[in-house]
């Protein structure tokens, strides 16, 4: 099974042209990798600090996932772009973007308009 994927994976790398990292996001995925990582060495650091297990898992459990999140959503908002509910938040942390597109819909509109009165 690993050996039809890998010659899978290199037909496409041969039938389009790519580099096996433009196939591969390696930077995104040693970003995941090294924030969590990061996070799972606190949580595993802070454990003597809790009087039972339960209780240092509630209090990393919450707080690892809202900062890899919360890190992950302003480093990278891109992921979060198809999510109707974050990308109302997108507003906060990029208003360029958010104006430019908001002049582009107020444009379509306008042409919308205009083709419908003639």
Known sequence: LIVQKFFGFNLMVKAYGWSFKEMIPLNTLYLFFGLASLLGLVCFLIKSYFSSDQVWFAFCSIHFAVIYLGTLFVI???????????????????????????????????????????
């Open 76 to 118: 990278r908002k891109d992921l979060f772009g198809n999510i109707s509910f974050l990308s109302k938040f997108s507003y906060f942390f990029n208003r360029k973007k958010y104006s430019s597109l908001q002049k582009t819909n107020n444009e379509i509109a306008r042409i919308n308009v205009y083709e419908s009165d003639n």
